[in-house]
Every structure is written in structure tokens, then in C-alpha cells.
């Protein structure tokens, strides 16, 4: 936990409150602006295209069945009417596509952002409400060594209980959702609600693990090798990070094998085979720079971010630190608190950019038939979800490291700034793999 120790009065947690409903407002705003209002005009775009196509494909049947007779010059110029109408055809169906495809961003991000901002009021909301209903604890000044010693927390058995009950009805859940979208499932509200039930104690015993970080113990050291003198949460930090390069390398060995026993346009290309018979993410996206640009801006946001998480550490344990001398960056961090805080912030905000942009490029995957029931699609969709995965629950923890940076009296310092350092080799882990995801999977 924190390497200081801190009196937080219930009240300040209401702020959280309060910041849940900006954040629900945010979303509602998002998917107004994005999925009903530039979505609408996509809708209409892609309406208009598809009329065009349909006259198009219309004319060129009509023209097919149209008997090649009488003289040269009319059979030739049947010839050129069908060529032409072949030609408008192609232009129109390109046309559909690209609409439907500018269609399905708009929607898609406007309904990601709004589920995203959901998912962070609801750790805003409920863990504050229920940190602020807790009765007070008398605040020691004169702390003695008791402190050094672990104190044992209820969290983990409340995150992993809820867990447990959220998994057992995630498939009624998943159900249920899919029922509500107006799809033709059956809605299953008694699996639905048991999955509520678990998301809300996880929720509540990640807010009772806010509190007790907020508050602070001073850093455990670990007395045994291979550890001994490192800071126990450091040390455990490493070990979780070697255990997630293992999954993400049975990741990249499933698609390696596969890949090498696949004729792929690169390996038709390159002469070892001669019929295309899987198709690739890669084949889809590799060819233009519009299909291709959410994976690139996704790989440059998250090498950004890791130099944003490292500013806001290299600010917090920078004792002698003063605001820029330029008025802008001055204006956007004033103060060593705000400075950190808003480091922060800007990571958050790359981070929440990546998860829609990644579901963005899934949405034109899938709708150009690129799905999960293939083998192709199967490791690319668990590989990259995967690691988006990992991306959002880092989101989730930088949620609170800006309640933390904003409401502390000093906000992150010297003192207790290694969370933000232990945080940021997981974020650090994060980038990395998805700098070996983004060639593999989207160039090759």
C-alpha cells in the first residue's frame, strides 16, 4: 500500500459519487453525439448506397440476360453496355461497403464509449457510496510499529466471491444482453441477475481495497529469498508479469504453429503454396491505410501512455519540481498534485481510446466475415481480446489512482509514489505485448 499514512474522512468519498454521475453524463453525451447523431447520418449514407447498388446490380442482371443478336456493331455495343453496367457495379458495392463500414464506427464507438463510461460510474458510484456509509475511524497521530505488520484485508474473499457468482451467470447474462439488444435470444433474468449480484460485491470489495490504499500502511519488505529486502508488492508485481508473459506466449506459439501450416496470401506469394485457403486479420487490414489506421493509432496512444504514467512518477518523486515555464503546459499542470493527477488522466483517456478503437476494427472485421468461429478468427479475436482485457482492467485501477492523485491532501509524492511505479510496469508489460501483437497479427 501507500508509504504513508492518511486520515480520510467518509465525505471525500461522495466526491466519487459525484464524479459517477459526470461520468454517466459523459457516456450519454458520447453516444447522443456519436451513435445517434453522426450515426443517424451515416444510417442515411449507407441507406443512399445500398439503394445505388441494388439499381446497379439490377441494371447489370437485366443487361446479362439481354441476347447478344443482330449486327457486329450491336453485339458489340451490348458488349460495352454490359462492361459498363459490370464496372458500375463494382463502384457501387465499394460504395456500400465503405458506408456500412463508416456506419459501424460511429455506432460502434458511440455505444462503447457509453458502456465504458457506465462501467466507471459504477466503480465511482458504488465503491464511494459504500465507503461513504462506513462509520468513521478514529485517527491515531502517534502511529507505533504495529503498523509495520501486515493487516489482513476482506477484499480478495469479496472480489473473488463475487467473481465466482458474476462467471456462474455470465452465459444467462450474455443471453439476456444479447435479448435486451432486441436479438433473438432468450432473456434469462434469473442467471442475469445473480451476475449483478457478483458484479456489485466485486465492485464493493475493490472499493473496500480503495479505502485501504487510500488510507496507507507502510510498504512491506519481504525477509526471505529470492526476495529479501524488496518491497513486497514490487516483488509480486514481477512474478504476476512473468506468469502473463507465459499466456501471452501460448498466444503467439497457437498462431505461430497454425500459421506455418496456413496458405495465406504471404505464403502464395513467397511460392510455398498455390491456393489461398485461410484467411488472415492481416489479409483484411494490411492493404489500406483506412483499414490498417486503428491498429497503428492504438499502438502509437499505448507507447504514449507508458510515457505519460512515467511523467506522472518522475513529477510525484520530484521534491524540487516547478511548472513549466511555457504558458500552456503551466496552464495544464499548475501545481506537482495537478500535474500528477492530470499525467494520469491523459493516460486513462489513451487507454479508454484504445478499447474503441479496438472495437471498432472488430466491428469491420465481423462485418466483412472475419468471425470467431474460424480457426484464424478464434486466435486473433482470443489473442487481441485477450489483451484488450488487460488494457481495461488497467483502466479500471488508473480510475482510482486519479481519485487518489486528486484527493489527498499532497496527492502522489515522494513518498508514496511507488504505486504508481508498480502500476506502471504492468502498464509498461501492456504495451510491450501489444508491440508484439500489432506485427504479428496485423502486418504479417
Known amino acids: 500500500m501507500s508509504g504513508s499514512l492518511h486520515d480520510v474522512k467518509n465525505d471525500v468519498w461522495m466526491r466519487a459519487v459525484i464524479v459517477s454521475v459526470i461520468l454517466l453524463f459523459v457516456g450519454g453525451a458520447a453516444y447522443g453525439a456519436f451513435a445517434v447523431g453522426v450515426g443517424s447520418v451515416k444510417k442515411t449514407d449507407w441507406d443512399a ?94 502511529h507505533g510499529d504495529d503498523h509495520e505488520e501486515h493487516h489482513g484485508s476482506a477484499s480478495p474473499i469479496m ?23 432486441g436479438l433473438d435470444y432468450q432473456a434469462e433474468m434469473g442467471d442475469f441477475g445473480l451476475s449483478i449480484v457478483g458484479a456489485a460485491i466485486t465492485i464493493i470489495g ?12 507502510h510498504e512491506q519488505i519481504a525477509s526471505s529469498d529470492p526476495f529479501q529486502g524488496q518491497d513486497i508488492r514490487k516483488a509480486g508485481m514481477w512474478v504476476f508479469l512473468i506468469s502473463e508473459t507465459m499466456v501471452f506466449a501460448s498466444f503467439f506459439s497457437s498462431y505461430l504453429r497454425m500459421r506455418t501450416g496456413w496458405c495465406t496470401e504471404w505464403a502464395v506469394d513467397a511460392g510455398k503454396c498455390e491456393v489461398v485457403d485461410t484467411i488472415t486479420a492481416s489479409d483484411l487490414l494490411r492493404h489500406e491505410v483506412g483499414t490498417l489506421l486503428p491498429g497503428a493509432i492504438n499502438t502509437f496512444a499505448l507507447i504514449i501512455s507508458s510515457y505519460t504514467i512515467v511523467l506522472a512518477l518522475k513529477v510525484a518523486k520530484d521534491t524540487e519540481w516547478k511548472p513549466s515555464e511555457n504558458a500552456l503546459m503551466a496552464k495544464m499542470f499548475p501545481t506537482r498534485k495537478k500535474a500528477v493527477r492530470n499525467y494520469l488522466i491523459i493516460t486513462l483517456a489513451l487507454g479508454s481510446m484504445f478499447i474503441v478503437l479496438k472495437l471498432v476494427e472488430w466491428s469491420h472485421l465481423i462485418a466483412e466475415g472475419f468471425t470467431i468461429d474460424t480457426q484464424a478468427g478464434s486466435i486473433f479475436y482470443v489473442a487481441t481480446g485477450a489483451h484488450g482485457l488487460h488494457v481495461f482492467i488497467g483502466l479500471l485501477v488508473m480510475l482510482f489512482m486519479v481519485f487518489k492523485a486528486d484527493v489527498l491532501e499532497d496527492g502522489y509524492n515522494e513518498q508514496n509514489g511507488q504505486g504508481i511505479e508498480y502500476f506502471g510496469l504492468y502498464w509498461h508489460f501492456v504495451d510491450l505485448a501489444w508491440v508484439a501483437i500489432f506485427p504479428a497479427f496485423y502486418l504479417y
Open 49 to 142: 448506397a445500398d439503394e445505388v447498388l441494388v439499381e446497379a446490380k439490377t441494371n447489370w442482371n437485366l443487361l446479362n440476360e439481354t441476347e447478344a443478336g443482330g449486327t457486329s456493331e450491336e453485339a458489340a455495343d451490348i458488349h460495352e453496355q454490359k462492361k459498363d453496367a459490370r464496372i458500375a457495379y463494382d463502384e457501387a458495392k465499394e460504395a456500400e461497403i465503405d458506408a456500412h463500414l463508416s456506419y459501424l464506427t460511429w455506432i460502434t464507438a458511440g455505444k462503447t464509449l457509453l458502456v465504458m463510461m457506465i462501467i466507471y460510474a459504477a466503480f465511482y458510484g458504488i465503491s464511494g457510496f459504500y465507503n461513504s456509509i462506513q462509520p468513521e475511524e478514529e485517527h491515531d497521530d502517534h
Open 159 to 181: 472480489m473473488a466471491a463475487g467473481l465466482m457468482l458474476f462467471m456462474i451467470g455470465f452465459p444467462g447474462f450474455v443471453n439476456t444482453c444479447k435479448s435486451l439488444l
Open 206 to 217: 475493490i472499493g473496500n481495497w480503495w479505502n485501504e490504499d487510500l488510507k496507507g500502511q
